[in-house]
């Protein structure tokens, strides 16, 4: 009511972000894996008994580094917590909906990393569904470097957050050229537009939100499997976005100085 009353006053304003030369040397998903591995030790090291998220993560990492596979690299990079993670852990055929999201990705050869911590509660809960499901690797913890070079690596960015006031994460990584599957709220929708730079979904409630959800991920990888001259258009127009804080300063002064 309050915010009826201020129509028209209310404004929102992005973030930006920064666009320095991208140095990053080429990494392979093999010597990332190296890399995570050794970061996971660091992190198994500093307790007494060993974490299930941290045990498993390295079971499914000395695995993955005995295969290849050519589909997409799914990633999400972000804390944990409901604004994130609600549609993730919704009920969905007999399990979740993330693990409904491994079980398409694994139809297209797919592979999901999730890197972040948070709420304990979603920890164990994507533990278990990493435990459920063998294309899925979670990492329990947060390293610089394993971030960074995971927006790099990646073929779609998973950020399915129930409301986003601006969002970083999606920035980073279509500075990256990773196009992102968002759920289309507040500065995810003035950022990721729908099959221009990226996929976006939306809906009236829970249950419509997760089906649109599963739908948008489907058709993303599915057009990376059968389209890639149209997939690497939507990765080279995300990379092209600019959202700068030049942008955000002017932003500022003309909406809230003027």
């Given at each position: ?9 209310l ?63 799914i ?149 990376y ?34």
């Open positions: 009511m309050q915010i009826a009353k201020r129509h028209g006053k404004v929102g304003i992005l973030n930006g972000c920064e666009y320095p030369a991208m140095n990053i040397q080429e990494t392979t998903l093999p010597d990332y894996l190296v890399l995570v591995e050794a970061e996971l030790l660091k992190w198994m090291s500093k307790q007494a008994v060993v974490q299930s998220s941290h045990y498993i993560a390295h079971q499914r990492l000395r695995a993955w580094s005995k295969s290849s596979w050519q589909g997409p690299l990633t999400s990079v972000g804390r944990l917590t409901d604004q994130k993670a609600l549609l993730l852990r919704q009920p969905f055929a007999n399990a979740l909906v993330l693990d409904e999201l491994a079980k398409l990705a694994a139809a297209n050869s797919g592979r999901i990393i999730i890197l972040g911590s948070g709420d304990k509660y979603l920890e164990s809960v994507f533990t278990q569904v990493m435990a459920r499901n063998e294309n899925l690797l979670y990492l329990s913890g947060y390293g610089q470097d394993i971030g960074d070079m995971l927006y790099h690596l990646g073929d779609l960015f998973l950020m399915p957050s129930s409301f986003e006031p601006c969002g970083i994460s999606q920035m980073l990584a279509m500075r990256a050229g990773q196009p992102c599957l968002v759920h289309q709220v507040g500065g995810l929708a003035d950022t990721v537009k729908d099959l221009e730079n990226g996929f976006s979904f939306s809906g009236e409630d829970l249950a419509e939100q997760v089906s649109q959800l599963l739908e948008k991920f489907n058709f993303a990888i599915n057009m499997a059968d389209n890639q001259t149209q997939y690497q258009q939507l990765a080279s127009n995300a990379a092209a976005a600019r959202y700068t804080w030049l942008q955000a300063a002017h932003e500022y002064i003309d909406q809230l100085y003027q």
